[in-house]
């Protein structure tokens, strides 16, 4: 990158007033595809108030997330979140987020997660019994619901073993009251202050307080036990930070175990979700799927030695994830003057990196709008640049939960495609609702049979 011209970024700045927000909400990949064809690998356009400055070349990607990526930190865009997730480590920054990485990281290595595998296992089972029942009634399964449920029983799970039952219970309603609630703020023009008795901001503090009751009550009875479980939680209260050696406070805690469970269960939820969408659509990878399965896995259980022999189940994720990520992109704010390939990056400035736009690059991929999970094959994978793709981000902020969550779908999809053929009821298109996670536009229903 030469630093020496200084070139000037395109720039789109659309409406006077609202720039490209009602496009930017309704269909913003077909925007970001069109504005990167006309104006290039970086550009400019505006979203309500704010311009943004989209990056889509992986040199470009590489510099802000990991060669300087000190220089940036989250950008406007996760305000609403900073709310809600406070100085936990999505939405924390600098020396503190260092910190907090450090000490919480090793609780997510693959070795620690293999432990937690069994209660992946348990819970797949469980969600069984429910859609053996849809299966013999012949009744559609609400395909959103049932892997919100299974992915928020996981985690809920691995942070606090026993204690669940009563917490799921207790938080769906509240945390889907309080998702809907960033989203909605995230996306309109005026937020009014959170103080304001608005019926949308009582509702959210009354979700919000009910959460944190829950949790802070958890934390402080765990902090009595004499015999604490082996789960994120004891860990998580057990750790301390190498220079200090102390540990985190209630409050600390609370913010992390909020952070963990909020961004460790919509985002697999919705993998999933996809896949299953992806599958129906595409019956002849389903059935080499089922092929995989049937002959690597012998009963019910899926062991950890079975799953690494998945490669098959693993492409098919990965794939899914290529072609509709999760979380469909990153936002970062400059936090002095930048520089990338010639183009100033103001201090202030927003930047973005659509995970969705490099997914579907088509002078990174061949065929990109095609299903086919052969691109990952394992002879092929080393093609693939990481700053093209990356589902779960890139750099030092990368998703610390990856190992974590790419075990746990694999043990679901394949458990359940053993079991299962899951149908769209109706040959519906592919549309989203992206909020914090990409989301299916409308609800939809599988026809639900049973293989074996
Ligand atoms: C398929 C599922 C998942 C996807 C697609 C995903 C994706 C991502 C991405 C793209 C980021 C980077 C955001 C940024 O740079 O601004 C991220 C960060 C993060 N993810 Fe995930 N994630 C998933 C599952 C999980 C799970 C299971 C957990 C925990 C149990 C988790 C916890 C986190 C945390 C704590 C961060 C912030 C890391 C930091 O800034 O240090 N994620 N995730």
């Not at 311009?51 to 060669?67: A, D, F, G």
């Not at 669940?164 to 609630?181: I, Q, Y």
């Not at 709008?369 to 394992?378: D, L, S, T, V």
């Given at each position: 990158?030469?630093?020496?011209?200084?070139?000037?970024?395109p720039f789109?700045?659309?409406?006077?007033?609202?720039?490209?927000?009602?496009?930017?909400?309704?269909?913003?990949?077909?925007?970001?595809?069109r504005?990167?064809?006309?104006?290039?690998?970086?550009?400019?356009?505006?979203?309500?108030?704010y311009?943004?400055?989209?990056?889509?070349?992986?040199?470009?990607?590489?510099?802000?997330?990991?060669?300087n990526?000190?220089?940036?930190?989250?950008?406007?865009?996760?305000?609403?979140?900073?709310?809600?997730?406070?100085?936990?480590?999505?939405?924390s920054?600098g020396?503190?987020?260092?910190?907090q990485?450090?000490?919480?990281?090793?609780?997510?290595?693959?070795?620690?997660?293999?432990?937690?595998?069994q209660?992946?296992?348990?819970?797949?089972?469980?969600?069984?019994?429910?859609?053996?029942?849809?299966?013999?009634?012949?009744?559609?399964?609400?395909?959103?619901?049932?892997?919100?449920?299974?992915?928020?029983?996981?985690?809920a799970?691995c942070?606090f073993?026993?204690d669940?039952?009563?917490?799921?219970?207790?938080?769906?309603?509240?945390?889907?009251?309080?998702?809907?609630?960033s989203?909605?703020?995230?996306?309109?023009?005026?937020?009014?202050?959170?103080?304001?008795?608005?019926?949308?901001?009582?509702?959210?503090?009354?979700?919000?307080?009910?959460?944190k009751?829950?949790?802070?009550?958890?934390?402080?009875?765990?902090?009595?036990?004499?015999?604490?479980?082996d789960?994120?939680?004891?860990?998580?209260?057990?750790?301390?930070?190498?220079?200090?050696?102390?540990?985190?406070?209630?409050?600390?805690?609370?913010?992390?175990?909020?952070?963990?469970?909020?961004?460790?269960?919509?985002?697999?939820?919705?993998?999933?979700?996809?896949?299953?969408?992806?599958?129906?659509?595409?019956?002849?990878?389903?059935?080499?799927?089922?092929?995989?399965?049937?002959?690597?896995?012998?009963?019910?259980?899926?062991?950890?030695?079975?799953?690494?022999?998945?490669?098959?189940?693993?492409?098919?994720?990965?794939?899914?994830?290529?072609?509709?990520?999760?979380?469909?992109?990153?936002?970062?704010?400059?936090?002095?003057?930048?520089?990338i390939?010639g183009?100033?990056?103001?201090?202030?400035?927003?930047?973005?990196?659509?995970?969705?736009?490099?997914?579907?690059?088509?002078?990174?991929?061949?065929?990109p709008?095609?299903?086919?999970?052969?691109?990952?094959?394992?002879n092929?994978?080393?093609?693939?640049?990481?700053?093209?793709?990356?589902?779960?981000?890139?750099?030092?902020?990368?998703?610390v939960?990856?190992a974590?969550a790419?075990?746990?779908?694999?043990?679901?999809?394949?458990?359940?495609?053993?079991?299962?053929?899951?149908?769209?009821?109706?040959?519906?298109?592919?549309?989203?609702?992206?909020?914090?996670?990409?989301?299916?536009?409308?609800?939809?229903?599988?026809?639900?049979?049973?293989?074996?």
């Open positions: 990158m030469s630093p020496l011209t200084i070139k000037q970024i789109d700045r659309g409406h006077p007033i609202t720039g490209h927000l009602k496009e930017f909400i309704n269909d913003r990949f077909t925007m970001q595809m504005m990167m064809k006309k104006m290039g690998p970086i550009y400019s356009f505006n979203v309500g108030k311009k943004v400055t989209y990056l889509s070349k992986p040199e470009y990607i590489r510099h802000i997330l990991q060669e990526y000190k220089n940036y930190k989250k950008n406007v865009f996760y305000d609403e979140l900073k709310i809600i997730l406070g100085q936990g480590l999505v939405t920054e020396e503190f987020w260092r910190k990485r450090k000490m919480i990281q090793p609780a997510f290595h693959h070795k620690q997660i293999e432990h937690f595998s209660l992946m296992v348990l819970a797949t089972k469980k969600m069984m019994t429910k859609w053996d029942e849809s299966a013999s009634q012949k009744t559609p399964i609400n395909i959103d619901e049932d892997m919100k449920s299974l992915t928020m029983e996981i985690v799970q942070l073993s026993h669940t039952a009563a917490f799921a219970k207790a938080a769906t309603n509240s945390v889907n009251v309080v998702l809907d609630w989203k909605s703020r995230m996306e309109s023009l005026v937020k009014s202050p959170q103080w304001l008795p608005t019926q949308s901001n009582r509702e959210y503090n009354k979700a919000f307080n009910a959460l009751n829950i949790v802070m009550g958890i934390i402080q009875e765990r902090r009595e036990m004499l015999n604490r479980p789960d994120l939680l004891t860990t998580m209260i057990e750790m301390t930070d190498e220079d200090s050696n102390e540990g985190m406070n209630d409050h600390q805690l609370f913010d992390e175990i909020l952070t963990l469970f909020m961004a460790g269960h919509e985002t697999t939820a919705h993998t999933l979700v996809w896949t299953w969408f992806l599958l129906s659509k595409n019956p002849h990878v389903r059935n080499k799927l089922s092929d995989e399965v049937d002959f690597i896995i012998s009963n019910a259980d899926v062991s950890l030695a079975q799953i690494g022999q998945l490669s098959y189940t693993k492409m098919v994720l990965q794939e899914s994830m290529r072609y509709i990520p999760a979380v469909w992109g990153i936002g970062r704010e400059a936090l002095t003057d930048d520089m390939d183009f100033t990056i103001p201090k202030g400035a927003t930047v973005g990196v659509s995970i969705y736009q490099m997914h579907h690059h088509p002078e990174y991929w061949e065929n709008e095609g299903f086919e999970p052969e691109r990952f094959n394992p092929n994978e080393s093609k693939i640049n990481k700053w093209v793709y990356m589902p779960f981000g890139g750099g030092p902020r990368a998703c939960g990856n974590f790419m075990m746990e779908s694999q043990i679901i999809l394949a458990m359940l495609s053993k079991r299962y053929t899951l149908n769209l009821r109706a040959d519906i298109p592919i549309e989203f609702d992206p909020g914090i996670t990409l989301r299916p536009k409308y609800e939809f229903f599988m026809d639900i049979k049973k293989r074996i």
